[in-house]
């Protein structure tokens, strides 16, 4: 079991930034790769950005590329989601989430944290 507790999230402004975290506890979360899923209000969760286990080999939704960067830093069991140019329609709770393997869809992530809200106004 992996637990898994995000902070960073807020309100801001259309073209501004906001740096998610994710600090993991549990079985070896350094040999986990970790993801970024988000869901909008009447929305399924979507996938985000992922990243492999040694923070190599990076994964992301086509509507972020470019604006979104994920990282980690195993040495604090922390994985961040630093997210440039929002837009309105980022609006979600943002999940960090683990997996054995680097995953690419929402589902295939085995455990989640609680959800952070972020808020992107016009």
Do not use: H
């Not at 970024?36 to 990076?58: H, L, M, S, Y």
């Amino acid at each position: 079991q992996v637990q898994l507790v995000e902070s960073g999230g807020g309100l801001v402004q259309a073209g501004g930034s906001l740096r998610l975290s994710c600090v993991a506890s549990g079985r070896t979360v350094s040999s986990l790769a970790m993801g970024w899923i988000r869901q909008a209000p009447g929305k399924e969760r979507e996938f985000v950005a992922g990243v492999n286990w040694r923070g190599d080999v990076t994964s992301y939704a086509d509507s972020v590329k470019g604006r979104f960067t994920i990282s980690r830093d195993n040495a604090k069991n922390t994985v961040y989601l630093q997210m440039n140019s929002l837009k309105p329609e980022d609006t979600a709770v943002y999940y960090c989430a683990a997996a054995r393997f680097l995953q690419g869809r929402a589902t295939r992530y085995d455990d989640w944290g609680q959800g952070t809200q972020v808020t992107v106004s016009s």
